[in-house]
């Protein structure tokens, strides 16, 4: 399957709109279930008003947030996939360039020493764009995730200790969402990366972060933890917006990879209540949208 690059543009900048504007419904659902166990009346006015926001948004074609963030695109190609790779991703940022200046959205990237602003969410290195590959045939996915700098600014890492076992990672997942309080818009997604080295632990908190709710790690001791790391998260009081109340988090997702016998690594990274993403999947059939 050969791979359309002006197609590619297009949805490139139609993702990033629709990333802005249209919630995931797993994250709506996931609203419904903080709403449903929520016992504080504060907590519960600010859901209410989250969900208003919402609402509002889709029904008036408006942004949810006015944080366009740092756009991220996640490509995934499938086997018997024809594509340059070098042109994919010229695709992919004009895509961006063209959704910052013909919607027209606030830029948010600047350059990190003049702080110059060039009005395109595009710079060195941005949009950031990951490339993995399948064994799926004929296949090619992009998910754009704008990611806003309230939950961004709450990145953390620790290179833990392997005597200091799995009560670390414990500790240290608690100690973030607590440092983090109401900075990251809660209620939020709490990415964790677990292992690896050190760039790769954060690339994994950030995976987990932006997974879609009601999804699990896929090996068995971390999808244990995640259960337990996500009850233990909503007793700690933080609550929407950081004003109190049950409902600090939607979840706690785990990332894992092998390590050095050594090193015990694990990074936070955080979304915010606005956990936007788009997807867009190309086929011999055509392209599809989703999230």
Known sequence: ?????????????????????????????????LVAHETVPTARNVLATMVTNIQVA??????LCQDTGVPIY???????????GHALKDAIRTGCERATREH??????VHPLTRKNEHTSCGIEVPVIHVDFTAAPDV???????????????????MATPAEGIDAIKTFVIDCVLAAGGKTCPPTIVGVGLGGTSDLCVALAKRAATRALGTHCNDPEG??????????VNQIGVGPQGLGGDST????????AA??????????????????RAKATFTPAGVTYGF
Do not use: W
């Open 1 to 33: 399957m050969k791979i359309d690059l002006k197609m590619v543009e297009e949805t490139a900048r139609d993702l990033y709109i629709r990333a802005l504007k249209v919630l995931p419904p797993d994250i709506k659902s996931g609203f419904t279930r």
């Open 58 to 63: 889709e029904d008036t074609n408006n942004l």
């Open 74 to 84: 996640n490509v995934i190609i499938g086997s018997g996939v024809a594509v340059d």
């Open 104 to 109: 027209p959205l606030r830029s948010s990237v």
């Open 140 to 158: 090619l996915s992009i998910e754009m995730v704008p990611k806003g700098s309230g939950s961004e600014n709450n990145s953390f890492l620790k």
């Open 223 to 232: 999808a244990k933890l995640e259960q337990q790391l996500s009850a233990a």
């Open 249 to 256: 988090a939607f979840a706690v997702h785990i990332e894992l």
């Open 259 to 276: 390590t050095h016998i050594t090193m015990n690594p694990v990074a936070v990274n955080m979304q915010c209540h606005s956990a936007r």
